[in-house]
T-cell receptor
């Protein structure tokens, strides 16, 4: 158990719809990172939030957006869903900005299927 | 460029040693990691190594780093059926905010 939870566990949407995925970090963890893991692939970095501000972003379009709240919860929002957005979405929390041995604690993920 | 490559599958017998290999391309990588993912679960950090180290041992796990060849390996001694999982090699940089993962190596342990 990492102390990081995600909801929902599974989700099915259709193309063009919008989705919000939620993550609850460990208490006291100021940093949350989101990753997309397509089937058979490693996780791909989407973005990171530190103290409610976006701290860095991977190669994902602007329709992927996020929010981080003071209560250590966060959201990943995806607009105009495409079939290729079908993946496992992982959040990871860490104490400060993850740059070294500041361990990232991963949640179990949300499996998103876009039909 | 940022790229981490791993072989996709490895099959070993219970009790044998497993060696999972990884190559990375960015010489500025400072920290290299091994993560484990079991079905239906998130990623679990197994171990990490600083780029100025050659080797790190942690119980049954041994990490070897060849910085010249940009090659990282994870050796699991006395492999057990509970070690069956996907193992990801990953890298990050000093002051970096993102971790780059390989595609993962699926380890099968035969009883």
């Amino acid at each position: 158990e990492t102390g990081v939870t995600q909801s929902p566990t599974h989700l099915i949407k259709t193309r063009g719809q919008q989705v919000t995925l939620r993550c609850s970090s460990q208490s006291g963890h100021n940093t949350v990172s989101w990753y997309q893991q397509a089937l058979g692939q490693g996780p791909q970095f989407i973005f990171q939030y530190y103290r409610e501000e976006e701290n860095g972003r991977g190669n994902f379009p602007p329709r992927f957006s996020g929010l981080q709240f003071p209560n250590y919860s966060s959201e990943l929002n995806v607009n105009a869903l495409e079939l290729d957005d079908s993946a496992l979405y992982l959040c990871a929390s860490s104490l400060e900005v993850q740059a070294s041995t500041d361990t990232q604690y991963f949640g179990p993920g949300t499996r998103l299927t876009v039909l | 460029g940022e790229d981490v490559e791993q072989s996709l599958f490895l099959s070993v017998r219970e009790g044998d040693s497993s060696v999972i290999n990884c190559t990375y391309t960015d010489s500025s990588s400072t920290y290299l990691y091994w993560y484990k993912q079991e079905p239906g679960a998130g990623l679990q950090l197994l171990t990490y190594i600083f780029s100025n180290m050659d080797m790190k041992q942690d119980q049954r796990l041994t990490v070897l780093l060849n910085k010249k060849d940009k090659h990282l390996s994870l050796r699991i001694a006395d492999t057990q059926t509970g070690d069956s999982a996907i193992y990801f090699c990953a890298e990050t940089y000093t002051g970096g905010f993102k971790t780059i993962f390989g595609a993962g190596t699926r380890l099968f342990v035969k009883a």
